[in-house]
């Protein structure tokens, strides 16, 4: 496979250069993009062959899910087959923004997207590159991290090439991504839960969210809770 490397504005990216995009993710291509939350590759959750390229791409273990951009809450409802208040107020206070909500999915999605799990981490982004390709095509995108798995993100368009060359279809380089990743909430317990601390802290999300509360596997079986 030939991976093609195209510079852009990430702000500003050209019209053509997000057709070009498209069409590949159409076909069941897999693009690399950069996001509001590092670099991402990005294809279309619907089209099996596209997910197979990306656990291939990502060498990613077939049991784990992989992350899905929406264009806002009602994309969210319609993946999801169930949203509990906590998902409203952080879609209200971080959303579009580096937050990751995991849910559980609908059947509207392929369970082989959800690793087999029927668990879903959905994220609106602040991304312009995202935020044009979903409206290009009109609908949810494959958004799961630029890296092999076990290895760190890609921070830049050419470092993305350098660790995918030869495994994806194309890389828009907006240069270096600064920021941190997506923090990862997990909503599909009794209480919600940080599975992955980054852009936004577990303080923030406690000020929105209140502090968690207590599950039965805090404590052991017959201890008083301090």
């Known amino acids: 496979m030939r991976t093609d490397i195209i510079e852009i504005d ?10 070009r995009a498209a069409r590949l ?8 993009i950069p996001t509001d939350a590092l ?3 990005v294809a279309d959750p619907f089209n099996l062959q596209a997910v197979a ?23 969210a409802q319609v993946l999801a087959a169930a949203l509990p208040e906590a998902f409203f107020k952080i879609a209200e206070r971080f959303w579009p ?25 959905i994220r ?34 050419i470092e993305v090439f350098g660790v995918m060359d030869g495994r994806i279809d194309l890389v828009l380089d907006g240069g270096l991504c ?27 999300l406690r000020a929105c969210l209140g502090p968690p509360a207590e599950r039965p596997e805090d404590h052991a079986a017959g201890e ?3």
């Open 25 to 32: 993710i159409r076909a069941g291509r897999v693009v690399a």
């Open 53 to 75: 390229r990306v656990f291939r791409a990502k060498r990613r273990d077939l049991t784990r899910s992989l992350p899905l951009f929406v264009d806002g809450v009602p994309m």
């Open 39 to 41: 670099y991402a590759l």
């Open 224 to 226: 008083n809770p301090r």
């Open 178 to 204: 600064t920021g941190e990743g997506a923090t990862t909430v997990d909503l599909t317990g009794p209480t919600w839960r940080i599975i992955r601390e980054g852009a936004v802290s577990e303080a923030e």
């Open 97 to 121: 923004g580096a937050v990751t909500v995991v849910v559980p999915a609908s059947a509207n999605v392929p369970f082989k997207v959800t690793g087999n799990t029927g668990r879903l981490g």
């Open 124 to 157: 609106q982004p602040a991304a312009p590159v995202a935020v044009r390709l979903m409206e290009c095509l009109g609908q949810p995108l494959i958004a799961t991290s630029a890296n092999v798995s076990g290895y760190p993100t890609c921070r830049s368009g």
């Open 10 to 19: 990430p702000q500003n990216p050209p019209a053509e250069v997000i057709d």
